[in-house]
C-alpha cells in the first residue's frame, strides 16, 4: 500500500471533557479502497472522522490527504464529504434540488446542474424521481438521495457515519450491495462507520477494529474474522468463544466446536488411532454442531461439559456449555436441533487449528 497511500492519519490524539478518546491513532488509506471503522459506542470512530471531515480538530497529529497536510483546512476546502444516519435532506426542496445543491452553491448553472443531478440517479437507481418531494420517498430512497448529494461534488474522500442505521434489516442489507457497487464503479475512498461486524465482514477491503481509543487491529475482513490477534477482536467480530488453558488465551469460532456423547466417546476421521466412528457415522449422531467433515478431535482437545442453556436464533442452533473450570463455551449451527437439554453433562472438542493464540486483554 506504501506506493498508493491516499489519506493518513499520523498520531492523533482527541480529549473531551469526559477524558482522552483518541490516544494516538495511525493510519493509511489506498486510493479507492473501503475501509471500515468497527467498534462498540464510545470507542473514538465518529471522532475520528469529524477529524477528517474537519468538525473537530486533534490535540495532536496530522491528517494528511494526496501528500498535503490538510489538518488546519476547514471543512468545505478538504474535498471529504459526510454522509449521517439522519440523511439531513431539505423537505421544501425536490429530489434533484436536494441532489445538486452543492453545486448551487459552486454557482455552477441551471443546465449543468440537472445534467448532473440526472447522472447520479441513476447511479443510485431512482431515475424519473428528480422532481418528487422528499416526504413523497420511503427510507431507502432518501438515503440514496443523500448518498447521490454527497457524491456530486466528486469527493475525494467519503465519509459514512452509519449511514444505514435507521433502515430495516432486509433493505440495510440491500443497501450494503448498493453501496458497495458504488463505490468500486466510482472509484471513490468510502471510509466507514458501523458497530455492525456482519456489515463491516461483508462491504470492507479492510476493517479497522477501534476499542478504548485506539485501533486493536487493521486487516481484511479474512484476517479479522479467522485471525485475530486480541481477545477483544476475537470476542466482538463473531462471538468467539475465549478459552484460557496453560497460561494462554485462545479463540474457538462457536461453528468449529463440536459436540460430543460422553458415552461414545466419538472421534472423527484424522484424529489418529482410536477412531471409533467413521466420520460419515460420526456425521448422524444427534448431538453434532457443526459438519463432521470440518473437524478432528485429538487428544487433550476434548471438553467435559455441562449444558447451560440452548435456543435459536437467526436460523442458528446455539448451545452454551460450562467447562469444569468454569469457562462458557458456545456452539452453533444452522438450522438442526439437538436432543440436549439443561444440566446433561456432555463432552466438546475442537480441531486445534479452529484455536487461534491471542493477547489476553481482558475480554
Same mark, same amino acid.
Not at 490538510?70 to 441532489?99: C, G, S
Given at each position: 500500500?506504501?506506493?498508493?497511500?491516499?489519506?493518513?492519519?499520523?498520531?492523533?490524539?482527541?480529549?473531551?471533557?469526559?477524558?482522552?478518546?483518541?490516544?494516538?491513532?495511525?493510519?493509511?488509506?489506498?486510493?479507492?479502497?473501503?475501509?471500515?471503522?468497527?467498534?462498540?459506542?464510545?470507542?473514538?470512530?465518529?471522532?475520528?472522522?469529524? #477529524?477528517?471531515?474537519?468538525?473537530?480538530?486533534?490535540?495532536?497529529?496530522?491528517?494528511?490527504?494526496?501528500?498535503?497536510?490538510?489538518?488546519?483546512?476547514?471543512?468545505?476546502?478538504?474535498?471529504?464529504? !459526510?454522509?449521517?444516519?439522519?440523511?439531513?435532506?431539505?423537505?421544501?426542496?425536490?429530489?434533484?434540488?436536494?441532489?445538486?445543491?452543492?453545486?448551487?452553491?459552486?454557482?455552477?448553472?441551471?443546465?449543468?446542474?440537472?445534467?448532473?443531478?440526472?447522472?447520479?440517479?441513476?447511479?443510485?437507481?431512482?431515475?424519473?424521481?428528480?422532481?418528487?418531494?422528499?416526504?413523497?420517498?420511503?427510507?431507502?430512497?432518501?438515503?440514496?438521495?443523500?448518498?447521490?448529494?454527497?457524491?456530486?461534488?466528486?469527493?475525494?474522500?467519503?465519509?459514512?457515519?452509519?449511514?444505514?442505521?435507521?433502515?430495516?434489516?432486509?433493505?440495510?442489507?440491500?443497501?450494503?450491495?448498493?453501496?458497495?457497487?458504488?463505490?468500486?464503479?466510482?472509484?471513490?475512498?468510502?471510509?466507514?462507520?458501523?458497530?455492525?461486524?456482519?456489515?463491516?465482514?461483508?462491504?470492507?477491503?479492510? #476493517?479497522?477494529?477501534?476499542?478504548?481509543?485506539?485501533?486493536?487491529?487493521?486487516?481484511?475482513?479474512?484476517?479479522?474474522?479467522?485471525?485475530?490477534?486480541?481477545?477483544?477482536?476475537?470476542?466482538?467480530?463473531?462471538?468467539?468463544?475465549?478459552?484460557?488453558?496453560?497460561?494462554? !488465551?485462545?479463540?474457538?469460532?462457536?461453528?468449529?466446536?463440536?459436540?460430543?456423547?460422553?458415552?461414545?466417546?466419538?472421534?472423527?476421521?484424522?484424529?489418529?488411532?482410536?477412531?471409533?466412528?467413521?466420520?460419515?457415522?460420526?456425521?448422524?449422531?444427534?448431538?453434532?454442531?457443526?459438519?463432521?467433515?470440518?473437524? !478432528?478431535?485429538?487428544?487433550?482437545?476434548?471438553?467435559?461439559?455441562?449444558?447451560?442453556?440452548?435456543?435459536?436464533?437467526?436460523?442458528?442452533?446455539? #448451545?452454551?456449555?460450562?467447562?469444569?473450570?468454569?469457562?462458557?463455551?458456545?456452539?452453533?449451527?444452522?438450522?438442526?436441533?439437538?436432543?440436549?437439554?439443561?444440566?446433561?453433562? !456432555?463432552?466438546?472438542?475442537?480441531?486445534?487449528?479452529?484455536?487461534?493464540?491471542?493477547?489476553?486483554?481482558?475480554?
Amino acid at each position: 500500500m506504501a506506493d498508493n497511500i491516499h489519506l493518513s492519519l499520523k498520531g492523533i490524539r482527541k480529549s473531551f471533557k469526559s477524558g482522552e478518546v483518541l490516544k494516538g491513532i495511525d493510519l493509511d488509506i489506498a486510493q479507492g479502497e473501503f475501509i471500515t471503522l468497527l467498534g462498540a459506542s464510545g470507542c473514538g470512530k465518529t471522532t475520528t472522522i469529524r #477529524i477528517i471531515a474537519g468538525l473537530d480538530m486533534p490535540d495532536e497529529g496530522r491528517v494528511i490527504l494526496d501528500g498535503a497536510d490538510i489538518t488546519d483546512l476547514p471543512p468545505e476546502k478538504r474535498n471529504v464529504n !459526510t454522509i449521517f444516519q439522519n440523511y439531513a435532506l431539505f423537505p421544501h426542496m425536490n429530489v434533484a434540488d436536494n441532489i445538486s445543491y452543492g453545486l448551487k452553491i459552486r454557482k455552477v448553472s441551471k443546465a449543468e446542474r440537472r445534467a448532473k443531478a440526472e447522472e447520479m440517479l441513476r447511479l443510485v437507481r431512482l431515475e424519473g424521481r428528480g422532481d418528487r418531494k422528499v416526504s413523497e420517498l420511503s427510507g431507502g430512497q432518501k438515503q440514496r438521495v443523500a448518498i447521490a448529494r454527497a457524491l456530486i461534488n466528486e469527493p475525494k474522500v467519503l465519509l459514512l457515519d452509519e449511514p444505514l442505521g435507521a433502515l430495516d434489516l432486509k433493505l440495510r442489507r440491500q443497501m450494503q450491495l448498493e453501496l458497495k457497487r458504488m463505490q468500486k464503479q466510482l472509484g471513490i475512498t468510502f471510509i466507514y462507520i458501523t458497530h455492525d461486524q456482519e456489515e463491516a465482514i461483508n462491504m470492507s477491503d479492510r #476493517i479497522a477494529v477501534m476499542h478504548k481509543g485506539l485501533f486493536e487491529q487493521i486487516g481484511t475482513p479474512d484476517e479479522i474474522y479467522y485471525r485475530p490477534k486480541t481477545s477483544y477482536v476475537a470476542n466482538f467480530v463473531g462471538n468467539a468463544n475465549i478459552i484460557r488453558e496453560n497460561g494462554k !488465551t485462545y479463540a474457538v469460532r462457536s461453528e468449529n466446536v463440536v459436540i460430543l456423547e460422553k458415552e461414545a466417546a466419538v472421534h472423527f476421521e484424522g484424529a489418529g488411532p482410536g477412531i471409533t466412528e467413521s466420520a460419515q457415522e460420526a456425521e448422524s449422531v444427534p448431538e453434532t454442531a457443526v459438519p463432521a467433515q470440518k473437524l !478432528t478431535i485429538k487428544d487433550g482437545s476434548e471438553y467435559d461439559a455441562k449444558v447451560l442453556e440452548k435456543s435459536f436464533a437467526g436460523g442458528q442452533l446455539r #448451545i452454551e456449555f460450562e467447562l469444569k473450570d468454569g469457562q462458557h463455551v458456545v456452539a452453533s449451527r444452522s438450522g438442526l436441533n439437538s436432543v440436549l437439554t439443561a444440566g446433561q453433562m !456432555t463432552r466438546i472438542g475442537w480441531r486445534a487449528e479452529h484455536a487461534v493464540e491471542v493477547i489476553d486483554d481482558g475480554i
